[in-house]
Nanobody, 122 residues
């Protein structure tokens, strides 16, 4: 049983930074490409960032390029999302997810965390 647990969300002001963490258990994190998605109530999951299983390839949504950085520490079975210059438009529940390969399609991700709320006030 693979489990993903996100942490690090919270309430911040516009321009602030947050770092989200995703701890992987049940299987080694290096088995998976990892993605970060976000969801606003009533809408579909939106791809934010993804990283290949070795960390050599990364992909970002246009809306976060230059502000967000995805990374991973396979020794710690943890994936991170560093979010800088946050805006109110970044407010959402953020999820990490595991897939067999790096992709932006949420349907390709097999395992999902429970999500962590990020709220950015203006």
């Amino acid at each position: 049983q693979v489990q993903l647990v996100e942490s690090g969300g919270g309430l911040v002001q516009a321009g602030d930074s947050l770092r989200l963490s995703c701890a992987v258990s049940g299987r080694t994190a290096s088995s998976f490409a990892m993605g970060w998605f976000r969801q606003i109530l009533g809408k579909e999951h939106e791809f934010v960032a993804g990283i290949s299983w070795r960390g050599g390839r990364k992909h970002y949504a246009d809306s976060v390029k230059g502000r967000f950085t995805v990374s991973r520490d396979n020794d710690k079975n943890t994936v991170y999302l560093q979010m800088n210059s946050l805006t109110p438009e970044d407010t959402a529940v953020y999820y990490c997810a595991a897939s067999g390969s790096l992709t932006t399609a949420s349907r390709e991700y097999t395992y999902w965390g429970q999500g962590t709320q990020v709220t950015v006030s203006s």
